[in-house]
């Protein structure tokens, strides 16, 4: 077979294997060849990594010369704006340490011109009592006292005499009377600078002015996993909310495994939890004397649920009517208080000048309703009521009942009757958390003469008689309606007086917000959840009101919830608003705390412009 093949296994063998040899060793020759190159690429890339790590190096170099003199300019710029800011605070309180100087000197000055004004008043009613004795005598008497004097005066004379010594008294008090509307004009001028001086004074302190108050710590703070010593006292560590000063609060932030930080707000005014409720009302009370001399007046309490707004406001309340007790007037709250000093201040006015009315309504489930308003029996109870813009842009509530009061006490009892309609619901926080927001509002009306120029002395008497009778009637009118809704219409008296005398209406609002909750720490469920939900979004849309208002957007959207609507005029800029933050100082509580400071931080930040005065027209004066 090998021979009929031809072939030769062995050298086919041979040939296979030759082949194979060859190819191995091109394949070795070409490793070699990208061993080669392979060892140069990674010369190159050691090569062009060395420079990568140059270049990164040089970077850094760069970012970090950068970043020191960032860091520097950025210091620098802080320092030069700490003393800056620490300039403009020692400008402050030094121009306002000088407002405080001369006003109390102006308040020196009036007390003093006062005093001289009674003494005169009081010399001149006893030379009139002087002169009348001596008058009253008759002539005869006069005659007899002339002939002891001159006796040697001739009969016929003595008349003349007697006439000649009336005629002297009279030019007495004629310079009696003239020394007397001196010093009265002089005392009107400084009142006058006083009061401006005055309104210059709060407008310093800014037109949205915030103020804080730290509650104490109460009995039920000490809840489920909060420890309490033996003594029953809480442990001062759970206390997180200080006033560091009457203008800052202190913060002290902790979370587990994770430094303490302190971070502090700065309010106009800071009230610690030792402070009283007189000392609270002390710093409020200026704002009412800018009401009568016509500005809007609003007073707001802020505050998450239980941290004592309504104390704030109202004061102590009883448990088995909710209606705030009046027997210690050390503990009555600001709503009290204002309008004691309303009454007061009116009180010193000319009479018949001023009548008050009040409303009182709560914001509930995002519906307004009136707790003044009565039924056919007299009976009051809640009736919704809805607000409107009007085409001045004011909002308004129709058909709200206005109650026409006389003194503080008739104020007392229809807020009193107002405060046991309003919605409360227990919660874990509170046992007697409101569930609405609480508006009572003062409405001061002023009658004041209308164009006096060129009228006489005797016609300013007869125009402020009319106006006496005329505001006299009117508020009896009122008070005979006052069973039904106020529409405001005009009676044919009020036509016919308002020919020759304006009002001028000022208000005075009074705020006492539902507090914010947080739902898994209330345990609300059911229709308090649902209370709670409207709660939260109308203090959100008071939020949003507010930071619309300071970054001046074009629409400011106050119709997102019926509590910004009502209060448009207060927040929008027509009024002078106090914004009193309550807060806890308790550690459970400190998101809630915290989110109400940013809310009062936020609003100081708002410039909503000078806000409007009411003119008053000011009568000539007599030549």
Not at 199 to 220: Q, W
Not at 221 to 226: F, I, N, R, S
Request: include cysteine; glycine fraction near 6%; hydrophobic fraction near 35%.
């Amino acid at each position: 077979m090998r021979a009929r093949s031809g072939l030769d296994p062995g050298s086919v063998w041979a040939q296979r294997l030759g082949q194979l040899e060859r190819r191995l060793r091109t394949k070795e020759e070409r490793i070699v060849v990208l061993e080669t190159e392979n060892a140069a690429l990674h010369l190159k890339l050691a090569e062009y990594q060395g420079l990568a790590g140059r270049s990164t190096n040089e970077v850094l170099q760069l970012y970090s010369a950068h970043g020191q003199q960032q860091k520097l300019q950025r210091s620098s710029v802080v320092t030069q704006l700490h003393g800056a800011i620490k300039r403009l605070k020692q400008d402050l309180k030094s121009l306002r340490s000088f407002a405080l100087e001369l006003s109390k000197d102006f308040q020196r000055q009036s007390k003093t011109y006062l005093y001289q004004v009674l003494t005169a008043v009081q010399g001149i009613q006893l030379q009139n009592e002087a002169m009348q004795r001596h008058f009253l005598s008759g002539v005869e008497k006069r005659k007899n006292w002339v002939r002891c004097l001159f006796p040697t005066l001739p009969v016929c004379w003595h008349l003349r005499a007697v006439l000649l010594l009336e005629k002297v008294f009279q030019i007495k008090a004629f310079d009696l009377e003239q020394s007397l509307q001196e010093v009265t004009e002089r005392y009107e001028k400084e009142k006058q600078k006083r009061r401006a001086l005055h309104n210059t004074l709060v407008e310093l302190r800014g037109n949205i002015r915030v103020h804080c108050r730290i509650r104490p710590l109460l009995p039920f703070d000490t809840a489920a996993g909060h420890s309490v010593s033996q003594d029953g006292q809480r442990n001062s560590s759970e206390k997180v909310a200080y006033a560091a000063d009457d203008e800052t609060v202190l913060v002290k932030c902790s979370r587990p495994s994770h430094a303490s930080i302190n971070k502090t707000f700065q309010f106009e005014r800071v009230y610690s939890p030792l402070e009283s409720q007189d000392t609270v009302f002390a710093d409020v009370a200026p704002l009412l004397t800018s009401l009568l001399d016509g500005y809007n007046v609003c007073i707001m309490a802020y505050g998450q649920t239980g941290s004592g707004k309504t104390y704030t406001m109202l004061g102590p309340q009883l448990e088995e009517n909710f209606a705030y007790c009046i027997e210690d007037a050390s503990e009555l709250g600001i709503i009290p208080r204002a309008t004691q000093e309303v009454f007061r201040l009116i009180s010193e006015k000319p009479p018949g000048s001023y009548w008050v009315e009040v409303s009182v309504v709560e914001v509930y489930n995002n519906e307004i309703f009136d707790l003044l308003a009565k039924d056919s029996c007299g009976k009051v109870f809640g009736v919704k009521r809805d607000v409107v813009t009007t085409r001045e842009g004011k909002s308004d509530v129709p058909l709200l009942t206005y109650e026409t009061v006389e003194n503080a006490s008739e104020f007392l009892h229809l807020v009193n009757k107002g405060l046991q309609l309003r919605v409360r619901h227990p919660t874990l926080v509170h046992a007697h958390s409101s569930r609405s927001h609480l508006v009572v509002t003062l409405t001061i009306t002023t009658i004041v003469s209308g164009d006096n120029s060129g009228t006489s002395w005797e016609d300013e008497q007869t125009s402020q008689r009319l106006n006496k009778e005329v505001s006299c009637t009117f508020p009896q009118k009122m008070r005979e309606n006052k069973s039904t809704s106020s529409s405001r219409a005009s009676s044919p008296a009020q036509i016919e007086a308002s020919e020759k005398m304006k009002q001028v209406k000022t208000r005075l609002q009074l705020v006492d917000l539902a507090g914010s909750e947080c739902v898994g720490m209330s345990g609300v469920t059911g229709a308090a959840l649902r209370e709670t939900s409207f709660i939260n979004r109308s203090l959100s849309a008071l939020a949003d009101v507010l930071g619309a208002i300071a970054e001046q957007r074009s629409h400011v959207p106050y119709r997102n919830s019926k509590l910004t609507h009502l209060l448009q005029d207060s927040v929008g800029g027509d009024a002078k608003l106090l914004v009193m933050l309550c807060i806890s100082p308790d550690q459970k509580y400190l998101t809630e705390s915290m989110q109400s400071l940013g809310f009062g931080t936020r609003a100081r930040q708002v410039q909503r412009g000078q806000v409007k005065k009411k003119s008053f027209p000011v009568p000539s004066k007599a030549k």
